[in-house]
């Protein structure tokens, strides 16, 4: 179990300096009690680079009269780019997150902050609507760099006890940023034009990326667990497919991504409409508008600091939740959001304004917190930026559907948003039984592959096929209840139990045919959860399926020829190959062009074997190769068997009767209903009668040198 | 091999020559049938056409091999192509050849972007769901079809014609043809030949075959069967651009959805005699249906009969083609759609809140339903009526295909034969009684219901769904025709009972609203009886279901008759609420749209059925043609992609999520309802619960001993 409750021994610290007296001394304490007592650098860095990004997202946001002047736009039509610079840069978000698992996430943050500098100041120079779309979306897609890089190094910098505290300090530089921002951006435009506010930009933004330049190294999970280290440095990155799955597969995610669309839908819209609001319906110049905006930042700060150290009790009462904080915090901001859009007076619409932003600003923390958690750490940017691509349809959608409303009557606009806050709001607190199940099997396969990387690195003979507390459901029906297996290279493995056992189960499991919930799977050092079933076996990772094992319609040839053609070996190689399983089996080549239908059951299985000899595999797994055949059949088969497994290949055989995998394998695995019964010598398992009963064990006892 | 191509080039030439006989030499001597001796440019011209049919007959043989689905956008996959190619060269003048290319590479483009984000959402999907999905597809790509002309120029029309550089013409056996044609005739077969031999020759051809006869099993050999599905989508996506493009000189737009179903019932005729399986086969048969239609359209001197050679192609291709296991669509297990709808639990049943709940919950839409004609006007009063109408005939596919397990594509068709019988019986000079009206409509429908019946006894799942579809086809173009159904005039609404006129919209809706009532308490009666159970065990297991003394036939047809009932009963109200009926309201495409009605609304309940009829034909009559078109066809798809059971595994979830609180606030052990959640959501404490699952356990019963037998 994972207790964040605990926190680290205490510091004896002498009184903390004033903020009057000793600004700097003050806001670095600030930062350090943000992270419970670690080096509070790398923090500073991302939170200035964040706060200078969030300038200007909230001087485009304060200044949207004025730019929608400037280049004859409507209200629909300035959120529709919004909406479209959204869509394009957040495309690039997947992509984004991909590679921040990938690449030196040091240097995108370096690049990000260069990119949303220089487009900035390109903003300010826009010529045509055009060039604005194209600047914004540069801009955009630096900024967006902070949103999905920035968290995931945070999560790496600092232990999960102080992420809370941490996440909040970091989000509290939006909040910072969207206090000063629309101030000095209105300020500035008040003074002169709303260009000039863009401009002056780039000076600070660059500033910080020199800075960011001398941030400290760090490992993927290396908060998280100690030996992340050592899987960082050994495994392959995920692709972005498998990737993908990973994050669907959680289910908090599938919760947090649908309250995505919620939120996409009822926030997005709102920076446009909320300044459009006030100068529409109480002509408010931008100056004051900036410094409107500004206040509602300052309750949004306010909120989100309250939302850190609330986050960090609640999460001790359970790690699900703070799901149920931000959702409650969402639903709060509907009627909040209700008094500011019908307000009579100027007064009643700022109180409004004020209540949504501070409630609103409860929602980040425990949110971002969760996904956190929940996101298994070798796809967690993936995670952060995945998320965002379902705001955007969120945006789209309410767009498609309410988007002209706010031309005609921007007050009907704003309102149009609430129930998306609500049902937001709901689905967040729906969500929030998954998350400490999801949480501990984030965990847990961080610290099983670790340990498995461990143990492999020293042991002397290593083990082809790893199997840890597999568990595996067919729909709401569970059938396999963490399963342990191991393979050791170069050894013939016998899976006995009876019918429903969850044999074949666990094969499929393992070929990835299946599903898995929970565990890993390790194979030839490769973590392979996960994976497709075209990828295993590319891995060398065959398995021979019970039954029809064959393609009816396709000739004996043809059949040996898919074989050959999916496992894309040397043609001379392959065509050895062939020659010699038509060697073991002259049974085939006599049948050669015939279509495999007409084949007899054991000349069927012969075909599945040959087609699995062709491919040379690692690893091969046979599901029931005795079933339905005539014993002399089975000893031919069984030949092949050997010859391969000479030849350097590992065994798994899969049988209900007992006798036919004592004469090959010297260990046994023994299953039933789901669960592994014994693990051992197979002449170990002879004498464990209260196992057997329930097999076909009968002549076994019989068996020269069982006994 | 070489002896089978020799055999099937034999019965090609044996089946052209008895086919030019027919023209030219029965033609013309039975004028009631065949007026005129056919020219042989007639020949030739149904030739062309046939090998137009043929390309898309094998992209429905292609994607059925690789999904085992039939593929109703088939005909939309392209159409687009040539709707774009065409608007390139008219309105922007475009060189004809870029245009054309442009449309095919956007076909073959959008045919794997189909494949990639809905498709493949539905790998493990019922194949019946599948299906239905794509008469979604085909409805969004309709609805994208006719926005390309107002995308690209704001107020533009659809165009109507499709000019091709190539004007030279010839003329031969009495018919104009002009460089189109040869050039279909020119490309067809090249592109079959390049077909045939990706499939039998290349690698990916090979991965394609035997990841059509077992998915998992190529997995399990690295056969990358996401590409290759991809792949042959992208393939059948450049055959339809294809077929649109090289047809669209010589016929016109008129594919798909927007064109009704006939093109597509052609090209389903030849693939079922092609097996589904055969490229060759099917082009040939292909070839020869059009031959033969052409031949008796030009003889005939009307269009009609050959939509009935159609039909009864494709019911005899079907009914003497040997079955041969483990390829074709035989159990109804493969496509059965949904869990079975279960009702209330026995334990739950007797309890107040329950019962009050039920009557409640029903008694609430009964006084919907009635206040509607109250609220809305006439007009939309009249649309109501429709909705009502379109629900009884959904009860009686519900019936036919939810519980009987039969697909049926043609139901409105037989709605049809009961509303043209009764208009025929109404608008005649000699009125009979309305009820006697609506008791010979629903006589007639049960007739046919039992006409297709027979053949279902030999054909089932999609194969009897493609028959079904050729019946409403040849139904709604040429039987519809016959003297029976001729209406002469307008249809007098009765005066019921003698008191209640209901000639107003709004009496007229009420008195539809009872024959629903009516219907709706019939359907649950038949259900609940030995009817109803007789039927679902026929459709999970025959065998089974047999060797109970379960009698086959007698059952089958049953089901078919009662369902032929309602649905022409329900036409026949049609016919009175209409007042004016003529053939072309019952074309084939009602019959294909109201089977995705009831799919979406949920095929296994009756509450399902008036569900989707009320949510679509809402959405149709309240939107805009290419808003409801999309709005139905992204319907069908995100529904089913999530919730395939439709929108009544919706209200059915609901219904079972406010019993399961009932049951834990009266603390009451409902197994049935327990059973499908997870043990580690479900909360167990001091109650029965937990006390009859520590009994259960503490109980357990010895292991047996099993032995082989022959041991001691």
Not at chain 1, 540 to 553: T, Y
Request: net charge positive.
């Amino acid at each position: 179990m994972i207790d964040l409750t605990a926190t680290p021994a205490a510091v004896t610290e002498p009184d903390p300096p004033r903020p009057w007296a000793d600004p700097v001394g003050w806001l670095r304490g600030r930062f350090t009690a943000a992270t419970l007592g670690a080096l509070a650098f790398p923090l500073v860095v991302l939170f200035f680079i964040y706060f200078f990004d969030e300038f200007d997202t909230a001087a485009f946001g304060v200044l949207a009269p004025e730019i929608k002047n400037a280049f004859h736009l409507t209200d629909r039509a300035f959120v529709n780019l919004i909406a479209l610079n959204l869509v394009i840069v957040l495309g690039a978000a997947v992509p984004l997150g991909y590679y921040g698992d990938r690449l030196p996430r040091k240097r995108l943050v370096v690049a990000g902050a260069v990119i949303a500098g220089v487009f900035s100041f390109a903003t300010g120079l826009a010529p045509s609507l055009l060039a604005l779309v194209l600047f914004r979306m540069g801009n955009g897609f630096g900024v967006l760099v902070n949103g999905t890089i920035h968290p995931s190094l945070l999560s790496d910098y600092y232990r999960p006890q102080a992420r809370p505290t941490t996440f909040a300090m970091h989000n509290n530089s939006q909040r910072w940023g969207s206090i000063a921002g629309p101030v000095i951006a209105g300020v500035v435009a008040w003074l002169s034009s709303w260009r000039v506010a863009f401009l002056i930009l780039i000076v600070p933004i660059l500033a910080m990326a020199i800075v960011a330049t001398r941030l400290p190294k760090v490992v993927r999970g290396q908060s998280d667990n100690e030996d992340a280290a050592v899987i960082a440095a050994d495994e392959r990155p995920v692709p972005l497919g498998r990737g993908v799955r990973m994050l669907l597969a959680v289910k908090t995610l599938r919760w947090q991504f649908a309250a995505y669309v919620a939120i996409g839908a009822a926030f997005l819209p709102l920076s446009a409409y909320v300044p459009l609001y006030f100068q529409r319906v109480f002509h408010i110049n931008s100056a004051d508008r900036g410094f409107l905006l500004g206040a509602g930042a300052v309750a949004a700060l306010v909120g989100v600091q309250m939302s850190g150290r609330v986050t960090r009790t609640w999460i001790a009462k359970g790690l699900g939740e703070p799901l149920k904080l931000a959702g409650y915090s969402l639903l709060a901001v509907g009627p909040c959001l209700l008094v500011m859009a019908f307000a009579p007076n100027l007064v009643i619409a700022v109180v409004g304004l004020l209540a949504a932003y501070f409630v609103g600003g409860f929602y980040y923390p425990p949110f971002l917190t969760v996904q956190a958690l929940v996101s298994p750490a070798r796809v967690r940017t993936l995670s952060l930026s995945f998320g965002l691509l379902f705001l955007v349809a969120g945006l789209i959608t309410f767009q498609i559907v309410f988007g002209a409303i706010a031309d005609h009557n921007i007050r009907n606009g704003l309102g149009a948003t609430i129930p998306f806050w609500f049902i937001g709001g709901f689905i967040l607190r729906a969500g929030h039984r998954f998350v400490t199940s999801d949480t501990e099997h984030a965990f847990s396969v961080l610290a099983t592959t670790a340990e498995m990387r461990k143990a492999r690195l020293e042991m002397a003979q290593r083990s082809i096929l790893s199997v840890r507390g597999v568990d595996v459901s067919y729909g709401p029906v569970q059938v396999l209840f963490g399963v342990d297996l191991e393979v050791a290279e170069g050894e013939i493995l016998a899976l006995l139990g009876t019918n429903g056992a969850g044999k074949s189960t666990l094969l499929r499991a393992i070929s990835g045919l299946v599903p898995i919930h929970g565990g890993a799977i390790f194979f030839d050092g490769e973590d392979i959860t996960g994976l497709e079933p075209e990828e295993s076996f590319a891995l060398g990772l065959v398995q021979v399926p019970g039954g029809k094992g064959i393609f009816p319609s396709l000739t004996v040839a043809e059949n040996l020829e898919v074989a050959v053609w999916a496992s894309r070996r040397p043609p001379d190689e392959v065509a050895a190959a062939r020659e010699e399983v038509l060697d073991l089996f002259p049974a085939l080549r006599r049948r050669y062009d015939q279509p495999a239908a007409v084949l007899s059951g054991g000349e069927q299985q012969m075909l599945t074997l040959g087609q699995a000899f062709i491919s040379k595999p690692k690893l091969l797994m046979i599901d029931e190769l005795s079933l339905g055949l005539a014993p002399v059949v089975v000893e031919e088969l069984l030949g092949v068997v050997r010859r391969l497994h000479a030849s350097g290949t590992s065994v798994v055989l899969v049988e209900q009767s007992v006798n036919v995998a004592l004469t090959l394998s010297t260990r046994a695995v023994f299953m039933e209903k789901g669960e592994v019964r014994f693990t051992g010598p197979t002449a170990e398992l002879l004498d464990r009668d209260d196992i057997l009963r329930a097999v076909f064990l009968t002549g076994a006892t019989t068996l020269e040198g069982a006994k | 091999m070489l002896k089978r191509a020799a055999l099937g080039a034999g019965v090609f030439l044996t089946g052209f020559v008895a086919i030019v006989l027919v023209g030219k030499g029965v033609g013309g001597y039975l004028p009631n049938f065949m007026s005129s001796v056919v020219p042989n440019g007639i020949f030739l011209q149904g030739l062309v056409l046939g090998a137009l049919n043929g390309l898309l007959a094998i992209g429905l043989v292609l994607i059925y091999r690789t999904n085992r689905i039939i593929n109703f956008a088939q005909g939309e996959l392209g159409a687009f192509a040539a709707t774009l190619a065409a608007e390139l060269v008219q309105r922007y003048r475009v060189p004809f050849y870029a245009a054309v290319a442009v449309g095919l590479v956007a076909a073959v483009l959008s045919s794997a972007l189909i494949e990639f984000a809905i498709i493949r959402r539905f790998t493990k999907a019922p194949r019946l769901i599948l299906t239905v999905v794509t008469i979604g597809v085909a409805q969004i790509l309709g609805a994208v079809e006719l926005a390309i002309p107002a995308l690209l120029n704001k107020n533009a029309k659809m165009q109507t014609g499709f000019q091709t550089p190539l004007s030279f013409g010839f003329n031969y056996g009495g018919v104009q043809f002009r460089g189109d044609h040869i050039v279909v005739m020119i490309i067809t077969p090249v592109v079959i030949a390049g077909l045939v031999w990706f499939m039998r020759r290349t690698g990916y051809g090979l991965a394609a075959r035997a990841a059509a006869d077992d998915r998992d099993r190529a997995r399990l050999l690295g056969v990358p069967v996401k590409r290759v599905s991809l792949i042959v989508w992208s393939i059948a996506g450049g055959l339809s651009a294809l077929t649109a493009v090289l047809s669209a000189p010589i016929t016109g737009f008129q594919f798909g959805a927007l064109g009704g179903y006939t093109l597509l019932a052609y090209a389903l005729g030849a693939a079922v005699i092609g097996r589904f399986e055969s490229l060759p086969i099917t082009f040939g048969a292909a070839l020869l249906i059009s031959l033969a239609q052409q031949v008796l359209f030009f003889g005939t001197g009307h269009s009609g009969p050959d939509f009935g050679l159609v039909f009864a192609v494709i019911l005899v291709a079907l009914l003497i083609q040997r079955r041969r296991t483990g390829r074709l669509e035989t159990g109804a297990s493969t496509w059965q759609a949904v869990e079975e709808v279960r009702p209330v639990p026995r334990e739950l049943r007797r309890l107040p809140e329950v019962r009050y709940g039920r009557w409640g919950l029903a008694g609430l839409a009964l006084a919907l339903g009635v206040v509607v004609p109250f609220v809305l006007t006439p007009s939309r009063t009249s649309l109501a009526t429709d909705i009502l109408i379109y629900a009884m005939v959904g009860i009686s596919l519900v019936i036919l295909t939810g519980w009987g397990g039969h697909l049926s594509f043609g139901q409105w068709a037989l709605a049809g034969v009961g509303g043209l019988v009764a208009g025929h019986i109404a608008a005649s000079s000699n009125p009979q009684d309305f009820f006697v009206t609506l008791l010979i409509a629903g006589a007639a429908g049960a007739a046919a219901a039992l006409l297709i019946g027979i053949p279902a006894l030999r054909i089932q799942g999609l194969f009897l769904g493609v028959t079904t579809l050729a019946f409403a086809v040849a139904a709604g173009n040429w039987i519809f025709s016959f003297g029976l159904f001729n209406v002469p005039g307008a249809i007098q609404r009765p005066l019921m009972f003698g008191v209640w006129d209901v000639s107003n919209e709004r009496s007229f809706y009420l008195l539809i609203l009872a024959f629903l009532v009516v219907t709706l308490v019939v359907a649950r009666n038949l259900r609940n009886a030995r009817m109803g159970r007789v039927l679902v065990a026929m459709r999970d297991n025959e065998k089974a279901a047999q060797s109970l003394g379960v009698p086959r036939v007698r059952t089958k047809l049953a089901a078919f008759a009662a369902s032929g009932f309602i649905a022409a009963v329900a036409g026949a109200l049609y016919a009175y609420h209409q007042q004016q009926l003529t053939p072309e309201r019952f074309p084939a495409d009602l019959s294909v749209f109201l089977f995705s009605m009831i799919v979406i609304g949920g095929m296994g309940s009756t509450t399902g059925a008036v569900l989707g009829a009320i949510v679509i034909r809402g959405i149709q009559y309240f939107l805009p043609y290419e808003f409801s078109l999309l709005g139905t066809g992204f319907g069908v798809v995100l529904l089913l992609l999530f919730f395939p059971g439709g929108l009544g595994q919706l209200f059915y979830m609901a219904r079972d999520a406010l019993l399961r609180t009932v049951a834990e606030r009266r603390g009451v052990l409902v197994p049935s309802l327990v059973a499908d959640r997870k043990a580690d959501t479900v909360e167990l404490d001091d109650t029965a619960v937990a006390r009859a699952a520590a009994d259960l356990t503490e109980h357990a019963p010895e292991p047996e001993l099993v032995t082989t037998g022959g041991q001691s």
